[in-house]
T-cell receptor, first 114, second 113 residues
Framework: GENVEQHPSTLSVQEGDSAVIKCTYS??????FPWYKQELGKRPQLIID?????GEKKDQRIAVTLNKTAKHFSLHITETQPEDSAVYFC?????????????FGTGTQLKVEL | DVKVTQSSRYLVKRTGEKVFLECVQD?????MFWYRQDPGLGLRLIYF???????EKGDIPEGYSVSREKKERFSLILESASTNQTSMYLC????????????FGPGTRLTVL
């Protein structure tokens, strides 16, 4: 099955700086890579995703890049703000007979300091 | 707005008890999922279901079973709870498709004493 590794496990940045979180996956057949944000005490929510036919996608201050050859993808947050503090999970969609199964990374605790 | 609800936010059970966790979604989603979340281990898939009465094992199914008798409801069952099943349990649902968003419930914090 799919295996997703995520680094770093914790990341501390100053407000206004950029943050980068990196993930690698093992199954070259995986074709969909979402990122979820989980604020303290709340449920995970999708913030951005990328499909395997695209190399980069941006949405305001967040962007995701995908390198299919190297099997890694990254989340970039620019001009970080205190409300960006949360746990971020990357995931990869694994092809299975039943459909939409995601394998998640172990999460990155991002702290944006004032 | 998609709504995924779980039957309890907090639950305390004793070792050996049978435990039922229920999840309900109101958006007619075909797929439903049960994850457990532990610090440093991320979200690990226990079971998922892509249709009524259909289920597929995830990465950590041992000690768990599931039931999906109606499309909107997906139950996770711990036949005989053990202390190592103390965790946060998250339910999610999604449409069928090659790349669609999973919508999560608020989670159930289960403690097994």
């Amino acid at each position: 099955g799919e295996n997703v590794e995520q680094h770093p496990s914790t990341l501390s940045v100053q407000e206004g700086d950029s943050a980068v979180i990196k993930c690698t996956y093992s199954d070259s057949a995986s074709n969909y890579f979402p990122w979820y944000k989980q604020e303290l005490g709340k449920r995970p929510q999708l913030i951005i995703d990328i499909r395997s036919n695209v190399g980069e996608k941006k949405d305001q201050r967040i962007a995701v890049t995908l390198n299919k050859t190297a099997k890694h993808f990254s989340l970039h947050i620019t001009e970080t703000q205190p409300e960006d503090s949360a746990v971020y999970f990357c995931a990869a969609r694994e092809l299975t007979g039943g459909g939409n199964k995601l394998t998640f990374g172990t999460g990155t605790q991002l702290k944006v300091e004032l | 707005d998609v709504k995924v609800t779980q039957s309890s936010r907090y639950l305390v059970k004793r070792t050996g008890e049978k435990v039922f966790l229920e999840c309900v979604q109101d958006m007619d989603h075909e797929n439903m999922f049960w994850y457990r979340q532990d610090p440093g281990l991320g979200l690990r898939l226990i079971y998922f279901s892509y249709d009524v009465k259909m289920k597929e094992k995830g990465d950590i199914p041992e000690g768990y079973s599931v039931s999906r008798e109606k499309k909107e409801r997906f139950s996770l069952i711990l036949e005989s709870a053990s202390t190592n099943q103390t965790s946060m349990y998250l339910c999610a649902s999604s449409l069928i498709g090659s790349g669609v968003e999973q919508f999560f419930g608020p989670g159930t914090r289960l403690t097994v004493l």
